[in-house]
């Protein structure tokens, strides 16, 4: 499994009240969530961003409510995997529940910049920077959250048992 698609570059402790701003929590719709992603931080983004794209960030990832409406937001706008120095456990926890896969690397989120094209390799944990020509090391996801994630989250996951 890999992603792969251009960078969009967040700093310390984007909390989910950023990634999908609560006056829009009325709706669970994935489309609705994805169309307000990250307008609080970048109103940019949403008109950007394009399906396989990557977010990177630095260091607690997700703090804030335990609310799974951000990852789903950021799932459903396109992006492909979030790379940060460090996530918040809750997020961390959410986002694998729903599919989208997330790789704790402080070198790849502190050698990786806003546009750069990145490619990331789940089944071994290795980040690549293609625009600079660098890699990191990652931690491979597991066998078993791969299959989270294959199957687009663990409701899904279960329902194939």
Do not use: W
């Not at 790379?83 to 896969?101: D, K, M, S, V, W």
């Amino acid at each position: 499994m890999k992603a792969h698609g251009s960078v969009f570059k967040y700093g310390d402790n984007v909390d989910t009240d950023v990634i999908i701003p609560a006056r829009y929590l009325n709706s669970s719709d994935p489309k609705e969530l994805a169309a307000h992603c990250m307008e609080d931080i970048d109103k940019e983004f949403v008109n950007q961003v394009k399906s396989g794209d990557l977010i990177v960030a630095d260091k607690n990832f997700g703090c804030g409510s335990s609310r799974e409406h951000a990852p789903i937001a950021i799932k459903a706008a396109g992006v492909s995997c979030v790379i940060a120095e460090t996530f918040a456990r809750i997020f961390y926890r959410n986002a694998i529940n729903i599919g989208l896969p997330i790789i704790e690397c402080p070198a790849a989120a502190k050698g990786i910049e806003a546009g750069d094209e990145v490619e990331v390799d789940f089944d071994t944990g290795v980040i690549t920077n293609v625009t600079k020509g660098t890699t990191f090391q990652g931690q491979p996801f597991p066998e078993f959250m791969q299959k989270i994630i294959k199957a687009e989250g663990l409701v899904n996951y279960i329902n194939q048992k």
